[in-house]
């Protein structure tokens, strides 16, 4: 997903299963981006999706945790420069 501001967010899990986000900052064909964020540990990250709240300038991680019996889980981020925090 891109903003308004040229910043793309990538909301993965990483071998382990654990949640992770990145912001990457487009400039013509070439993305750049900042270091590996966790928003969730323990392996158990699993569907994820995110979608971007440009009224509020916020990003939404929806996934389901299977830490806590596969229940839908979300979490608000914020983005600053090439960095998220939740």
Do not use: Q
């Amino acid at each position: 997903m891109v903003s308004t501001n040229n910043k793309v967010i990538v909301a993965y899990r990483n071998a382990n299963s654990d949640g992770r986000a990145r912001v990457g900052t487009v400039s013509g064909t070439n993305i750049t981006f900042g270091s590996e964020v966790t928003f969730n540990s323990g392996g158990s990250a699993h569907y994820i999706s995110c979608v971007y709240d440009s009224t509020n300038e916020k990003v939404v991680i929806a996934y389901t945790d299977g830490g806590n019996s596969s229940d839908g889980t979300a979490i608000v981020g914020t983005v600053s420069g090439t960095s998220i925090s939740f």
